[in-house]
């Protein structure tokens, strides 16, 4: 984390790299800007301008911790920002939250990247964490998110465990996951024209394959790419395959 310099303006927490087409990242549930350096330092290089806010899940009142007040965040970070015509790329959660944003505010947006997107189905997000207080346990949970257990380094599962025995945030996490239940968007997606590019890990078992296809089934202007002996993250898995397909589409759409 420490690569990638946090900005602190306003309300607001970010890291932005770049001059160019603005591609607004959002992280998961138990993401963080640095699930996305892959992106960060190659997408500058090529004419894009990175930003990455630090999405407010457990700063949120209670009550307004949902999906919804996420994209209502995103919408005053983007207006803060004096920022339209963007691309966003979501991972997990953060892919629902900007297909919530998409949906209110299409003019906002011309082009949505989901990664291992909720908002069809979502496996274990809203189950709780029986044993929190068993480090082993959340250590295989956390390995099971990715195709290499490797990836779950140990940073990331002392950040998850931290995480899950704070019990304000743990309720916050169950809250938001129940709300990204709630929000299921299979009857909004066949309304929104928004260019897409999904790209989902083969052996993804949070969001598995079947969820990819369904997006790219009902939203009317999508692609589907794959990337193989990958879990729920693509771009940290497999950070070059991934900046490879996404800057070839937008180059292919113009964005």
Request: hydrophobic share 40%; aromatic share 10%.
């Amino acid at each position: 984390m420490s690569e990638i310099r946090v900005i602190t303006d306003g309300d607001f927490r970010y890291s932005e790299e770049g001059e160019g087409t603005p591609v607004v990242i959002l992280h998961g549930l138990m993401g963080g800007l640095s699930n996305f350096k892959g992106v960060f330092d190659f997408f500058p290089k090529k004419g894009y301008k990175i930003i990455i806010p630090e999405l407010p899940v457990y700063d949120l009142p209670l009550i307004k911790t949902t999906v919804k007040s996420l994209s209502e965040f995103l919408h005053n970070f983007l207006k803060f920002k004096e920022l339209d015509n963007v691309v966003l790329l979501g991972n997990s959660l953060g892919g629902h939250i900007g297909l919530l944003y998409a949906k209110y505010h299409p003019e906002y947006v011309k082009g949505l990247v989901l990664a291992g997107s909720s908002g069809l189905y979502e496996n274990s997000m809203g189950d709780g964490y029986p044993k929190r207080g068993n480090y082993q346990y959340i250590k295989t949970k956390s390995e099971e998110v990715f195709y290499d257990p490797k990836i779950a380094t140990k940073e990331i599962v002392d950040e998850i465990f931290e995480t899950v025995n704070d019990r304000r945030k743990l309720i916050k996490t169950l809250a938001i996951a129940k709300s990204a239940i709630r929000h299921n968007m299979a009857e909004d997606l066949p309304k929104m024209t928004t260019k897409t590019a999904i790209i989902w890990g083969a052996q993804d078992s949070v969001t598995p394959p079947n969820v990819a296809e369904e997006f790219n089934t009902l939203l009317p202007n999508s692609n589907l790419y794959w990337i193989d002996k990958c879990g729920h993250a693509p771009m940290m898995e497999h950070p070059d395959q991934f900046n490879e397909i996404l800057h070839a589409w937008m180059i292919e759409n113009n964005l």
